[in-house]
């Protein structure tokens, strides 16, 4: 996330990580291991500022996961 928060300047406006636990039932594995978030004004600030990073910060993800990671673009509502 360092070197996210880099690349991606002052339009990036937070991060968060989360660790799964456990899923549904109970005693299930997790769906996710990992979860990154991060927080920009708009869809528009993201293409601008991560996008244009994408291919580094991607290379990146292999020091962390053996997993492929993929994406998802939401609006937080509360």
């Known amino acids: 996330m360092p070197m996210v928060q880099e690349k991606c300047g002052s339009s ?3 991060i968060g990580v989360e660790r799964g636990l ?3 039932p109970a005693d299930a594995p997790p769906q996710f291991v990992d979860l990154g978030h991060l927080l920009f004004e ?3 600030d993201f293409q601008n500022s991560f996008m244009t990073h994408a291919e ?3 290379a990146d993800v292999p020091n962390f996961t053996n ?3 993929s994406v998802q673009i939401s609006e937080v509502r509360i």
């Open 67 to 69: 997993t492929r990671p």
């Open 12 to 14: 990036l406006k937070g």
């Open 42 to 44: 708009s869809v528009e």
């Open 56 to 58: 580094t910060i991607i």
């Open 22 to 24: 456990v899923g549904a």
